[in-house]
């Protein structure tokens, strides 16, 4: 049983939703809620610890509404030990030389940080883009994202119901991928009108290479 305090992110509003239908279920949690209440329209920071960040990505929708971007952060280099030792180097500065620094040598020499350490993995980042008309105003905060999720309810063939509804079709999804230097696509929130979701998948590859489906339950390795 959940005893953790739990902050919900969401629009103006939230708060009231969720703690009237709790009201009228007559349902209520063992642990505090937190409600903070998003209304800026450019992308802020919510969250950091020492691993991950987790950004606000404003959308262009019917209602204000916010995307999230989350990344880890970079982590600590890999000692090569054969170098290391090579190099002199006290084991006392190992945490250092991990942590990115120079270090001076059993001997008084500076050894630069590249000479005797590989980069760590790759960070991991993802871009959760809901509900959003086209909008190359998000892609400073999606720029170079590892795996972007992006809204694609209608194919182009309806596009003009793309621009009345504020929401995007898969070949606009996959422009936005393109652009942002992403490195996976997933597409989702498809309307009901579609019988074959491979249609999105095959528009949206006509203009970026790495595309996936969106299905309940489905799960994608970052």
Known sequence: MREADLHIYGPKGIKELITLQMKLADSWTNYKLFFHELTSKGSEMIFEDDGVEVHTIPLDHRIYTNGFLFKEKPSERKLDINKVVEAKIDLAYYRKLKQGHDVTNEEGVLIANESVTHPGPKPKSYAFCSDTAYNEKLLPSVQNVGTLYHEATFLEQ???????????????????????????????HFSSRYNDLEEFKKEAESVFVNVELAETGKIFEL
């Open 158 to 188: 309806h596009a003009s119901l793309a621009r009345s509804t504020k929401h995007s079709t898969a070949k606009e999804a996959a422009m936005i991928a393109k652009k942002a230097n992403a490195e996976l696509l997933i597409l989702g």
